[in-house]
């Protein structure tokens, strides 16, 4: 990809705050850079909003929330359609720029524009089939009408790490319901999110209904925005720690919140697996967005009587990966998204090494922000690589002996969003879809995520489901009336 190509796309992307159809300064004019992680280099230079300027967001989701609650579902259902096809004529765009700003390589954001196009997509099918119910009551002396009403303004945090998908699969929902929305994408990445504001605007998405702020003070443009009475929903994607913190305070308004918070996904390979596809299988649950992703799988947790050979195979397979910046041929695994996920990733390795785990390949900080694909076994009970989500391109590896000392070992965490298991056994796969404790389950498969499924986790994963019939239904409230029969 050649610098003038990079240069004419980022020239393309707007630099402002996207306030009820408008493209604004920050009232204070305040700005910060956004940097190319591979190089370090700044690419653009946004808007740096403050608590003022959420505000602002918010009033104008406000004020255009009645009229598009009231909208025919058929007309947003278009709309979201229309935004579907524009994302599709500026795929290569949209994975350029992703890949510019978070480091993936093209080929993975591409495949995130087919991905995070299907929100839109679906949610745009989703819209026209929101139903409730009418009947008489137990006691025939009334008709019940049970009818569903989006629950008003949303704010909606997205992460850094799937700048366009994580950014359809909040905002297609809320607009399929009704919902206005202001979004606040990840200082690290935000031109997606503002490029992708465009396309929508182009969709016809009437001003004030979609809202973009960006800014380096996120807690406090949030707490102002959760602050105010308006507000009806909030919906967040990150860590943990924030998440519990969001929590809090969204309890003073009682908001209705979805979150989908760490992860720390087990990958069981039982002893009757078919080796050949849990190779396949670790390759994609592991490296896949170089590693940072919640549903990559953080323990790999494997039949002693297999150990051996699957950590021979997938080192083999890892050593082989290639390194660079993503906008480069052929490259599979490019830079963490800066120097603190790189030091992350060099502690956890450390320390698991320090416990007597051993590094078959990688291991070490090639230069900046790139960190070599690794692989290390007998990681002990006790490191932290095994409490702490890696979030990076290192495969862990720990053995069992038995089904119910490998339950043990995958739900001995905190977490519980997605869990992968290997095996040829349809009953042991039934056992393990009860006895793992995950929002998810990949069985024989890498890789779960699809628009038409709930994404979601339990315990500290999260609250909520996105995608899927039951995605919609997050901005959506219920509410009863009763006729009386005369």
Known sequence: MSDASEAALLSTVPTGLFLAGEW???????????RDPATGAVIRTIADADADDGLRALDAAVAAQESWAATAPRVRSEILRRAFDLVQQRKEDLALLMTLEMGKPLAESRAEVAYGGEFLRWFSEEAVRVSGRYGSNPEGTGRMIVSQRPVGPALLITPWNFPLAMATRK?????AAGCTVVVKPAGLTPLTTLLFATILAQAGVPAGVVNVVTTTRSGDVSAAIMADPHLRKLSFTGSTQVGQALLAQAADGVLRVSMELGGNAPFVVFEDADLAAAVEGAMAAKFRNIGEACTAANRFIVHESLAAEFTARVSARVAALT????????????????????????????????????????????????????????????????????????????????????????????????????????????????????????????????????????????????GGPEGIHEYLATKYTLLPND
């Open 323 to 466: 390194v660079g910046r993503g906008t480069d041929d052929g490259i599979e695994i490019g830079p963490l998204i800066d120097e603190h996920a790189v030091a992350k990733a060099s502690s956890l390795v450390a320390d698991a090494v320090a416990r007597g785990a051993t590094v078959h390949t990688g291991g070490a900080v090639l230069r900046g922000t790139f960190f070599e694909p690794t692989v290390i076994s007998g990681v002990p009970a006790g490191a932290e690589i095994l409490r702490q989500e890696i979030f990076g391109p290192v495969l862990a590896i720990s053995t069992f002996a038995d089904e119910d000392e490998a339950v043990r070992l995958a739900n001995d965490t905190e977490y519980g969003l997605v869990s992968y298991v290997f095996t040829r056994d349809l009953a042991r796969g039934h056992r393990m879809i009860d006895r793992l404790e995950t929002g998810m389950m990949g069985l024989n498969v890498g890789v779960v995520s699809n628009a038409a499924a709930p994404f979601g986790g339990v315990r500290q994963s999260g609250l909520g489901r996105e």
């Open 171 to 175: 905002i297609a929902p809320a607009l």
């Open 24 to 34: 604004v300064d920050a009232a204070a004019s305040a700005t910060f850079d956004v």
